[in-house]
Nanobody, 114 residues
Framework: QVQLVESGGGWVQAGGSLRLSCAASGIILGTNAMGWYRQTPGKQRESVAQITSGGSTNYADSVKGRFTISRDNAKNTLYLQMNSLKPEDTAVYYC????????WGQGTQVTVSS
């Protein structure tokens, strides 16, 4: 059974940084494509960043140059480094394993104040 547990969210002023973590069990992150998504009330969940099993990355235009997705295979943990945060980055952030349907964690809240 795949379990993903997000952490690292919090409150930060605009321009600040946060690093989100996604601890995985029941899955080997290094051999799976993974992604970070975010959702605000009343809106659909949107893709923020992806990393393939080979390590290739892709980002939404809105976060390109500010966010970095990475993983530590030894710790089986996925990360999202978020810099130069903006109020519009405020959302609940989730990690996801593409090969495992509905493998959403509980999410972690990120709040960016202006």
């Amino acid at each position: 059974q795949v379990q993903l547990v997000e952490s690292g969210g919090g409150w930060v002023q605009a321009g600040g940084s946060l690093r989100l973590s996604c601890a995985a069990s029941g899955i080997i992150l290094g051999t799976n494509a993974m992604g970070w998504y975010r959702q605000t009330p009343g809106k659909q969940r949107e893709s923020v960043a992806q990393i393939t099993s080979g390590g290739s990355t892709n980002y939404a235009d809105s976060v390109k140059g500010r966010f970095t997705i990475s993983r530590d295979n030894a710790k089986n943990t996925l990360y999202l480094q978020m810099n130069s945060l903006k109020p519009e980055d405020t959302a609940v952030y989730y990690c996801y394993a593409y090969a495992y349907y509905n493998s959403w964690g509980q999410g972690t809240q990120v709040t960016v104040s202006s």
